[in-house]
């Protein structure tokens, strides 16, 4: 019993590091373990004959999209003046309808910008954001989330060397350093994340980031998800969700995440990857609300983008555990930290229908 009992309050302290640290935005990750999983070798093998979803260690992802929610804090951190430009003036929806933008808000003037969102909008994927803007706030995650100017010690330094690198043809040569904490994915990253069936170092995938190898359907459960869903552009029945909002709700899908845990990996908005193509070009994978079924499986790989900013375009971010996880994995406690806070402002926060918080926004 003594035994136990050590191990019991082990966990209960390493528990209490993880779950003392209190930040304006809370990332809640799923573990993605199994590594040195084999490499899925069925597509594209002309473009990477090393196949696809191979990683030697285990890493923390996104449950969900960045929302527009999360990306507004990071705004209110340091964005006051804006140097490198992380905000795009099409985000604002009620101000420019066609850009489908998330519908953040700035008010005041350079220096003393102000940014906020809606409620009704907040649990939403941010779109409207660049490879570099995804590459800062993984940097602000990585430093800790602090408030200030964008320098070395918020956006310009951390997972990413940045130093006020903008443009496409220099945002290209950015790779992540060792010692990173956040990050956006690696190409490999984000596709084990999506496809591989979780079953060990096996080489099996499933074809759609749903657990399935069946096209996901595209409508919202009522009352719930009946699973094998995504929010994508249907030949017959059209759109997820339409104006105004366009993208659901991150997790809305909720019977229909992957086999890690994951959610809108298929659909809602494309995510960034750090792949690099073409040059001039970073990687996206996955579909979005705009776009029919077929960007939706694992064979779809785009050629990539300039790293600019699109109305289809979001990002979500992986981590690096924390030893207290990774010594609660070891103790076989994972069911102690896996289900972290949901996506919004901590502690200050109202509870959203969906079972996340939603920010509260200046305002409201």
């Given at each position: 019993?003594?035994?136990?009992?050590?191990?019991?309050?082990?966990?209960?302290?390493?528990?209490?590091?993880?779950?003392?640290?209190?930040?304006?935005v809370n990332i809640e990750t799923v573990p993605v373990g199994?590594?040195?999983?084999?490499?899925?070798?069925?597509?594209?093998?002309?473009?990477?004959?090393?196949?696809?979803?191979?990683?030697?260690?285990?890493?923390?992802?996104?449950?969900?999209?960045?929302?527009?929610?999360?990306?507004?804090?990071?705004?209110?951190?340091?964005?006051?003046?804006?140097?490198?430009?992380?905000?795009?003036?099409?985000?604002?929806?009620?101000?420019?309808?066609?850009?489908?933008?998330?519908?953040?808000?700035?008010?005041?003037?350079?220096?003393?910008?102000?940014?906020?969102?809606?409620?009704?909008?907040?649990?939403?994927?941010?779109?409207?954001?660049?490879?570099?803007?995804?590459?800062?706030?993984?940097?602000?995650?990585?430093?800790?989330?602090?408030?200030?100017?964008?320098?070395?010690?918020?956006?310009?330094?951390?997972?990413?060397?940045?130093?006020?690198?903008?443009?496409?043809?220099?945002?290209?040569?950015?790779?992540?350093?060792?010692?990173?904490?956040?990050?956006?994915?690696?190409?490999?990253?984000?596709?084990?994340?999506?496809?591989?069936?979780?079953?060990?170092?096996?080489?099996?995938?499933?074809?759609?980031?749903?657990?399935?190898?069946?096209?996901?359907?595209?409508?919202?459960?009522?009352?719930?998800?009946?699973?094998?869903?995504?929010?994508?552009?249907?030949?017959?029945?059209?759109?997820?969700?339409?104006?105004?909002?366009?993208?659901?709700?991150?997790?809305?899908?909720?019977?229909?995440?992957?086999?890690?845990?994951?959610?809108?990996?298929?659909?809602?908005?494309?995510?960034?990857?750090?792949?690099?193509?073409?040059?001039?070009?970073?990687?996206?994978?996955?579909?979005?609300?705009?776009?029919?079924?077929?960007?939706?499986?694992?064979?779809?790989?785009?050629?990539?983008?300039?790293?600019?900013?699109?109305?289809?375009?979001?990002?979500?971010?992986?981590?690096?555990?924390?030893?207290?996880?990774?010594?609660?994995?070891?103790?076989?406690?994972?069911?102690?930290?896996?289900?972290?806070?949901?996506?919004?402002?901590?502690?200050?926060?109202?509870?959203?229908?969906?079972?996340?918080?939603?920010?509260?926004?200046?305002?409201?």
């Amino acid at each position: 019993m003594s035994g136990f009992r050590a191990v019991v309050g082990l966990v209960a302290a390493l528990t209490g590091l993880v779950a003392g640290r209190a930040f304006a935005v809370n990332i809640e990750t799923v573990p993605v373990g199994n590594p040195g999983n084999a490499a899925d070798m069925r597509y594209n093998l002309d473009q990477r004959p090393e196949g696809f979803g191979r990683v030697d260690y285990t890493y923390n992802i996104g449950k969900y999209e960045v929302t527009a929610g999360q990306y507004t804090e990071f705004l209110n951190a340091v964005a006051k003046t804006d140097t490198y430009g992380l905000y795009n003036p099409f985000m604002d929806y009620d101000a420019y309808p066609s850009s489908l933008g998330c519908n953040i808000k700035r008010s005041g003037t350079p220096g003393s910008y102000n940014y906020s969102v809606a409620p009704d909008w907040a649990n939403r994927p941010v779109n409207w954001v660049s490879w570099g803007d995804a590459a800062r706030f993984a940097n602000w995650l990585h430093n800790g989330q602090p408030t200030g100017a964008q320098d070395l010690s918020t956006t310009e330094d951390g997972a990413y060397y940045l130093n006020g690198v903008t443009g496409d043809q220099a945002l290209v040569t950015v790779a992540r350093k060792p010692g990173w904490k956040w990050a956006t994915p690696t190409e490999d990253e984000w596709y084990k994340a999506a496809y591989h069936m979780n079953d060990g170092v096996t080489g099996n995938y499933w074809n759609y980031p749903t657990g399935s190898d069946s096209v996901p359907g595209n409508t919202l459960g009522n009352p719930a998800d009946p699973g094998n869903n995504a929010t994508y552009r249907d030949q017959e029945n059209g759109y997820t969700i339409e104006s105004p909002y366009w993208r659901t709700e991150v997790g809305d899908h909720e019977n229909s995440g992957s086999p890690y845990g994951t959610f809108d990996q298929g659909g809602n908005v494309q995510e960034w990857n750090e792949a690099v193509l073409h040059n001039m070009y970073r990687g996206i994978r996955g579909g979005s609300f705009s776009l029919f079924s077929d960007w939706l499986p694992a064979s779809r790989r785009y050629n990539g983008f300039p790293p600019g900013e699109f109305y289809s375009i979001g990002f979500r971010v992986c981590e690096v555990p924390e030893p207290a996880s990774l010594a609660i994995l070891a103790l076989g406690g994972t069911g102690l930290l896996l289900g972290r806070r949901a996506p919004g402002r901590q502690p200050s926060a109202r509870q959203s229908p969906h079972g996340r918080l939603d920010p509260v926004v200046p305002g409201t």
